[in-house]
């Protein structure tokens, strides 16, 4: 394994830009920090944070954690992703995710059926976009040019050439066939709640993508980030409870009963029971009590909490872990704290 790398997590806005960014930015690039990463939901794009704040550092790779494949074409996709390249000498990393049915159909109003196929033409595009090839495609949910209209249309190429022929592309995943089709056809994983504890499932499935991949990269090149809580606090059930609320958020009230990636993978850790009575409280609307029902052990697999001790020997677990490059945030002091523990 190589030496684990620190992402600072931008992650996406409330009502509105979060106060001091610009110079928690610059603080990172001064402690270490390999990269900083946005994103995006309903509401701020993760394209024009990195643009805005990108320009205040020299050093920090620039990466979407995510971009929603339903908000662009694929072509407008790399289209961003090579202007922001250029405009950054070089350090954009494209990471993309299929988001969830509700999202996908009730904001951006595209279907939602058949993610992961979506995905693959997708990818497919962008590489030949990207590549500076005429675009042209036919497939199930994309073809290029379009078929009808004014029967105008033809291939095109890229006015612009790209600075990088190998310019990063990530995908996010979660579930066992989208972890495998990244290790298949990207250049990395965004990973979520994931737990270094609880991993065999991923190496399978990312074992199986690569079998498929034949030649061009591999495990060796291959990038996993994932964004991991820290809170220190020398009360551990203190720390946990800065964290139960976004947990609960995710596996209670992101996705509707059946259709949410984020319980099934708790729930592969062995939270099943814990998840169901979750999701319950959080739909009935009883958010405080759904997060106090997220016990310690479940926080504890994808998070680190309590006295700065504790989470230094528990980071040991990281570094073993398929994690590259693990996403972070915090105040300026956190991020210093964090980075001393990592580069220990």
């Not at 850790?269 to 958010?287: H, I, S």
């Not at 926080?299 to 040991?316: H, M, N, Q, Y």
């Amino acid at each position: 394994m190589g030496e684990l790398k620190l992402g600072l997590a931008l992650g996406y806005w409330g009502a509105g830009p979060p106060p001091g960014l610009a110079d928690l930015v610059t603080t990172a690039e001064r402690l270490g920090y390999d990269s900083m990463w946005a994103a995006e939901a309903y509401g701020s794009d993760a394209l024009t944070p990195l643009a805005w704040l990108g320009c205040r550092t020299r050093r920090m790779r620039l990466g979407t954690s995510i971009i929603q494949m339903s908000a662009r074409t694929p072509v407008a996709t790399a289209m961003a992703a090579m202007t922001l390249d250029h405009l950054s000498g070089g350090r954009f990393v494209l990471g993309l995710g299929a988001s969830g049915p509700q999202v996908v159909e009730g904001w951006y109003g595209q279907p939602y059926p058949r993610p992961l196929a979506r995905t693959r033409e997708y990818v497919a595009i962008l590489r030949r976009a990207m590549a500076r090839e005429r675009v042209e495609f036919e497939g199930e949910h994309y073809r290029l040019p379009y078929r009808g209209g004014s029967g105008l249309g033809k291939p095109l190429r890229s006015t612009i050439h790209p600075l990088r022929d190998d310019l990063p592309i990530l995908l996010a995943a979660e579930g066992p066939k989208n972890v495998a089709l990244a290790a298949e056809i990207a250049d990395g994983w965004l990973a979520m709640f994931y737990s270094p504890y609880d991993d065999a499932y991923y190496r399978t499935a990312l074992a199986e993508g690569f079998a498929r991949r034949g030649e061009g990269g591999g495990p060796e090149t291959f990038e996993a980030t994932c964004r991991v809580n820290v809170e220190f606090d020398d009360d551990v059930e203190a720390a946990a409870d800065r964290v139960r609320p976004m947990l609960a958020l995710y596996v209670g009230g992101m996705g509707a009963r059946g259709a949410n990636f984020h319980y099934e993978a708790f729930a592969r850790m062995g939270f099943e029971a814990e998840c169901a009575r979750v999701q319950e409280l959080y739909l009935a609307g009883r958010k405080a009590e759904a997060a106090a029902a997220i016990p310690l052990a479940m926080v504890e697999k994808v998070a680190l909490v309590g006295p700065r001790a504790k989470i230094a020997e528990e980071l040991d677990a990281w570094r073993s872990s398929l994690v590259t490059t693990m996403l972070v945030s915090g105040d300026a002091a956190s991020l210093a704290a964090i980075a001393e523990l990592v580069k220990g």
